[in-house]
């Protein structure tokens, strides 16, 4: 048997195979057609300190090879998350990343502090979210401000702090530098490419909120590039994201410099893109006769 | 981020064998397919996400409504228009070509408890979810009346196969039927004449915010199958949303609905 087991940001994880956020509700959703115990991490939808409603619909719309989504960060609270949600996540006995999305500085510390003890494994800190007006993408496209949330949250919580950042941005390396020095303990990359769609019947924007984040195989390379670019230039583990939807696409990644990956919205065409993934490695490894997977990480760049 | 528990256990990843395929009107198609486990499961309401195409484009899957469920010969099939690529390629399927179907999904029609008289309100493709509800009501010796209305005759959809198991009476908005006007027309004639326990429909908005308003005010107990776009079908992703009437947020209509208590919802334009 293969072991694919790995370690990031002091999570430990029976594989690098997780979910992305927003995509896989609880676990529960999936329960009935999958073991969700065999995912290496559950990362929970984002979020926020209150209740907080979401966008009015229509909130996706399927693009070529992908999707737009502009479902704005609907969930019930920190506190009905900790005490509803959480013990469900729980029970697969994997590791839960709770990504967490404030307006304001404040917030996401008050959320962070409310999260530790209480079972979350990590946090995941969305300032990438495109389908909110203020917080989310609005914090995370300046590296200083993007910085000071990341400081903040650190002081706050003994959870491990993974960062998540948008790729609508210039220089997606110096947004993780400086993420990373504010002591980020990881780096998701990447969220949804800021994107729309305009009905020609209506002649007016599909989505309710105009705005959406574009998901999907077609945001694949934009991805692979941002972690062939910012694993190179930190030395924090980078967890890569971004229309993985089969073994082949997660291997890329991982070549590309990903210690992890999360499976998004794969998941929609296929629900058992992730364990049809996991296998895939396995097999991978098994073929080629790798017994530390680890050391393919990163091969694109250390090989060139 | 729903935490209710469900017994779906039959929820699975058919790969489902067409066994036909059939145009029944301009554009729109009859796919039935062979998936015992599919059939046992399916309730009248529910759904199924089908996949499409073999590459990315299109990428979701489409959400399609069971419109018959034939248990002893585990036969399930769906009424669909051809609209888009996802559509087209189902309509390209043949005989013994494979499709995975994701279901049964969603909560469908619920059987109440006040009387045996339903009245079926079709708008058009929303004669889909009906038949197998009808089929089901039928056969616990339900009195029913289908109502089928369409702009034009080719629009009435399926009101050979309704006759097996009720009243059926057509309208079309162009004359084409014997009886010309809107659907609307007939529910209110209906809804005079009296005598309703429950009514069911399925159809564009315009058509089940009536059905809401004559709800409301008649007491009558309406159920309405919703649409939306929708992407994972299981109630993980939040992208169906539909505002709920009992507060301030949304429900999800791959969960809480397709088919809602016509009271439960605001429908939006």
Redesign the interface.
Known sequence: MIDLSVEVAGIRMQNPVLVASGTFGCGEEYSPLFDVGRLGALVTKGITLKPWQGNKPPRICETPAGLLNAVGLQNPGVDAFIHEILPVMKGYGVPVIANIAGFTKEEFVEIAERLTGTGVDGLEINISCPNVKSGGMALGTVPELAAEVVEAVVESTSLPVIVKLTPNVTDIVALARAVTDAGADALSLINTLLGMAIDIKSRRPVLGNVLGGLSGPAIRPVAVRAVWQVSQAVDVPVIGMGGICRGEDALEFILAGATAVAVGSAHFRDPLAAMKIISYLEHYCEENGINDWQKLIGTAWKNK | ???E?RA??Q???YAARVLEQVAVAPGCRLLTVSSPGLARAASPGQFALL?CGT???????RPLSFHRVDVKRGKVSFLYRVKGSGTQWLAERRRGDVI?V?GPLGRGFRHSDRGKRGLLVGAGLGAAPLLFLAERLSRQAWSLTVLLGAPTRTGILRADAFERFGTVRTVTEDGSTPKKGTILDLLQEEINRGGWDTIYACGPRVVLKAVQEISARTGIPAQISVE????????????????SASS???LRVC?EGPVFDAGEVIL?D
């Open positions: 981020m729903g935490t528990c779906d256990a929820l699975s990843d996949g590459g990315y484009d299109p990428f979701l899957r995975p994701l939306e776009r929708m992407a994972c079908g299981l109630g993980a992703c939040l992208g169906c949303a539909c505002r301030s947020g949304y969960r939006d």
